[in-house]
């Protein structure tokens, strides 16, 4: 993944810095950009706990988008400048959680990996020693993922389940 570009949609930003695990994406990634319309929506709510370090990783990460965004009747604001942005800049990968959005996005030949994926990559290369507590960090926060995905994750380390109940 390095000498890699990846163009970050505002989901996996928050789910990130929920976890205080944003620097795994300075670890993987040579670049990181995030169009305007996604800094708008990380930035919207100052009250939020994670906001300071959000804004700090992020404030010189913002890229505009030059063309039409033709996809912002398809979806979100953000997700549609994340995907219009990656076209521009020929990037490398997008960060992207929203089902719907990545299909659409995968659909188009988008190189597309989410939260979950970059914390596996992360485990794979031990930049991180233990996935379940940031799942179950996820799942305190009301960070929705697949219980039975996380599980699978979890059994390919060999690490407890979490519980859908946390």
């Known amino acids: 993944m390095k000498n890699s570009l990846v163009i970050a949609d505002s989901g996996p930003i928050f789910s990130l810095a929920i976890i ?3 620097e795994i994406l300075n670890v993987l990634f040579d670049s990181i950009k995030i169009p305007i319309a ?3 929506e990380i930035t919207l709510n100052k009250k939020i706990k994670q906001y300071q370090i959000i804004h700090s990783f992020f404030q010189n990460k913002t890229q505009q988008i030059s063309g039409f965004n033709e ?3 398809l979806m979100d604001y953000g997700e549609s400048e994340s995907i219009m942005l990656y076209r521009e800049l020929q990037a490398d990968f997008l960060l992207i ?3 719907k959005a990545r299909k659409i996005a995968e659909n188009l030949g988008l190189n597309c990996i989410g939260t979950i994926g970059i914390l596996s990559v992360a485990r794979d290369k ?3 020693s233990e996935l379940k507590p940031l799942f ?3 799942l305190q926060n009301k960070r929705f993922y697949s219980i039975t995905l996380l599980n699978t994750i979890l059994d390919k380390y060999k690490e407890n389940k979490v519980n859908h109940k946390v």
């Open 71 to 73: 996809l912002s009747f």
């Open 136 to 138: 179950e960090t996820f």
């Open 20 to 22: 205080d695990k944003l």
């Open 38 to 40: 996604v800094w708008e």
């Open 126 to 128: 031990n930049i991180i």
């Open 97 to 99: 959680d929203n089902k």
